[in-house]
């Protein structure tokens, strides 16, 4: 091989195993990580402050906002992680081993089904609180849900470890050449993924949320030809319902961006691509989900903007803050 062929490689010590490099940095690949870096620190820093308000204000303790919380954990480690992460994925070789990149690989996985059930568990509370308001408080408590989120990491947390098994004992295993890092899977595991991470929890989302905007449509409707004739004892009632709404309406807005952010990605995938700048980009839609969630929060929840005041002034820190009017 001449020197010019083994400038090209990632590892010239190892001709006959190393991957090709272009020899030229495109500028838009530059550009593309610096707005990634961008993207990264802000997104840790919004779902951040969302799991700080959730965890230390007692107002914020419901059920959805513990579902929240959950999905925030997922985005900030998809803005710790996975983002840094695309950025090193971007250059022209991976130069950590196969090990990192078999863990990294792992960690994407699990993060993008952690955040698949979120959105699950999110649809069938915004289901329950709209289509059987009656029973929510007792079918829907803070302990059930704590318990149901903890189930399900374990079972993202299993269901990661069987779908990536063959690449745990054997990292490396599936790369082309050295200084490649990809999750291949064959083709019997690539449709079990497809199905239970994907066309599975799509149908479950889209029918449940279906179901709830039908549902909330019907009592707006009812709600605005009998507010005038509403007794004032119900008038607590009422608001309730206005508040069940108001929240499906968010956390609806909160389940199309995901969708259009995540399916994408499956739709690549399910086309054959493996590489190229399409996957790169619908990656990177699906990444950018975890920093438009926490925005959504603030355009859509004035207790976040209140929580996110009293982080910022320090007010956090004074004792008994845990028990501030902030809603």
């Known amino acids: 091989m001449e020197m010019d062929d083994q400038a090209e490689l990632c590892f010239p010590q190892l001709i006959n195993i190393s991957c090709r490099k272009p020899t030229v940095k495109r500028f838009e690949d530059v550009l593309s990580s610096v707005l990634l870096a961008i993207i990264s620190i802000v997104t840790v820093v919004l779902n951040l402050l969302v799991i700080v308000s959730i965890s230390h204000f007692r107002q914020l303790h419901t059920p959805t906002n513990f579902l929240l919380l959950s999905l925030a954990v997922s985005d900030f480690l998809v803005g710790l992680l996975l983002i840094p992460g695309q950025i090193i994925l971007q250059t022209p070789c991976w130069t950590l081993g196969d090990v990192l990149c078999f863990l990294y690989n792992y960690v994407s996985y699990f993060m993008t089904s952690a955040s698949v059930i979120n959105m699950v568990l999110i649809s069938v509370d915004r289901y329950v609180a709209i289509c059987d308001p009656l029973h929510y408080n007792t079918k829907v408590t803070v302990k059930k849900v704590q318990l149901c ?10 269901y990661c470890s069987i779908l990536f098994w063959d690449q745990l004992a054997h990292p490396g295993k599936y790369q082309s050449c050295y200084g490649e890092c990809a999750a291949v899977f064959d083709f019997t595991t690539g449709m079990f993924d497809l199905v239970v991470n994907f066309i599975l929890p799509l149908n479950i989302i889209v029918i449940l949320y279906m179901k709830v905007f039908m549902v909330a449509l019907s009592q707006a409707r009812a709600m605005r030809s009998n507010v005038t004739s509403v007794k004032p004892q119900h008038a607590v009632t009422v608001r309730a319902k206005k508040s069940e709404l108001k929240a499906a309406r968010t956390l609806g807005v909160l389940v199309l961006i995901f969708l259009m952010c995540f399916c994408p990605f499956y739709i690549v995938a399910l086309a054959g691509v493996s590489s190229g700048s399409y996957l790169t980009f619908v990656v990177n839609l699906f990444y950018f989900n975890s920093f438009l969630n926490p ?25 008994g803050s845990w028990g501030d009017n902030i809603l």
């Open 295 to 319: 925005v959504v929060y603030a355009l859509f929840y004035s207790w976040f903007r209140r929580a996110i005041r009293h982080i910022i002034t320090l007010q956090i820190l004074q004792p």
């Open 149 to 158: 989120i903890g189930l399900c990491w374990f079972f993202v947390l299993l």
